[in-house]
């Protein structure tokens, strides 16, 4: 009766201690979303610690984070050397995979059709209207283009993919630079906006004649058709775990900010990123606790690991370089409780 009595108690004791795990919540980009939901679960059945994402957009993540009021931020643009001042403490950027900004778009019958960066500068700029335009046709002489008014579709909120994207548009259209510019936020003067990758999926799903660009996981997973884009190379490249790790086949920076588009690898597909979680490098703030702060490591060493990379290549991303994970782990080792490494 008594090892019946101190079996109960020990089992009472072990389930009170997981449901005291530490839970952690993060927020910020859409983009990577499909992957930190399912790498966030997966830490959770091993760990018992709770990690809640709130997809609100990379500019939502990094105020977040500022704010004090979530344990990590994500983002698909690196911060500026302003924005880091600006945050009141040292921040650390731990990426955790490469994703790929696609151009999807709706057209029924219409296979591995073909664009450039000029092409896409002047539907976003309302310079192009209609499928069945010359220069289109020019690109695409094997398609039967339709006489199909363009919709073209963008972000309304603050967005890393807006970054990533407008970040290649300016770098290879002269006219886009002029007109629209790089930013979280571009002021479209043509087209219907949209709200997180979703929302641009959404509308492009289910508005024939419309474009937009999204990231490719949500392209794959509501089986929306992605152009092939033109590289620096001048060939045209679909986005995949080959193409998008081939942009990234360059020298990293310590800190990991580094911008990987227009790669001149001719295997590259052009407009490809790595997507980072953001952090205080000192967790002794805000009352957090230092198992807090044990929880925190511990998730990013699951999502750098090998379980944790295999889980972005099943979710359509392409996984880190061996080269990205040193690289990264020392960056996660780095972090701080009270001054002292934590452990």
């Not at 101190?6 to 795990?21: D, E, K, R, Y």
């Not at 020019?138 to 990533?164: E, K």
């Not at 986005?239 to 227009?262: G, M, Q, V, Y």
């Amino acid at each position: 009766m008594k090892n019946l009595l101190f079996i109960a108690i020990a089992a009472v004791i072990a389930l009170t201690s997981c449901n005291s795990s530490p839970k952690l919540s993060g927020a910020g980009a859409t983009f990577p979303a499909p992957y930190y939901n399912l790498v966030f679960k997966k830490f959770t059945e091993t760990s018992g610690s709770n990690v809640t994402y709130g997809a609100v957009g990379s500019g939502g993540g990094i105020r977040s984070l500022k704010d004090k009021t979530v344990d990590f931020g994500a983002t698909d643009v690196f911060l500026s050397d302003k924005e880091l001042q600006e945050m009141g403490s040292d921040v650390l950027h731990i990426p955790t995979a490469l994703g790929a900004v696609v151009v999807s778009y709706n057209l029924p019958e219409i296979k591995d059709l073909k664009l450039n960066s000029a092409l896409i500068s002047k539907i976003y700029r309302g310079e192009i209207t209609n499928w069945n335009d010359e220069q289109i046709k020019a690109l695409n002489p094997g398609l039967n283009l339709p006489n199909q008014a363009i919709t073209p579709v963008y972000r309304s909120d603050g967005s890393g993919t807006t970054s990533v994207f407008s970040e290649y548009m300016s770098k290879t259209d002269s006219l886009w630079n002029k007109d629209l510019g790089t930013g979280k936020s571009i002021k479209f003067k043509f087209g219907v906006a949209a709200k997180g990758n979703p929302g641009v999926a959404g509308i492009v799903k289910e508005t024939v004649g419309s474009i937009g660009y999204i990231g490719s996981e949500y392209a794959l997973a509501l089986n929306i058709p992605s152009a092939l884009l033109q590289n620096s190379s001048g060939n045209f490249v679909a986005a995949n775990d080959k193409s998008i790790s081939a942009s990234a086949e360059t020298e990293i920076p310590d800190d990991t900010r580094l911008i990987i588009t227009n790669s001149n690898n001719p295997e590259a597909y052009p407009i490809s990123t790595f997507t980072w979680i953001i952090v205080y490098k000192e967790q002794n703030y805000n009352k957090r606790t230092v198992e807090q702060a044990k929880t925190l490591t511990s998730l990013l060493q699951f999502i750098i690991s090998k379980d944790g990379q295999d889980l972005a290549i099943k979710t359509h991303y392409a996984p880190l370089s061996a080269k990205a994970v040193e690289k990264t782990d020392a960056i996660i080792k780095s972090m701080t409780f009270d001054g002292q490494p934590i452990k």
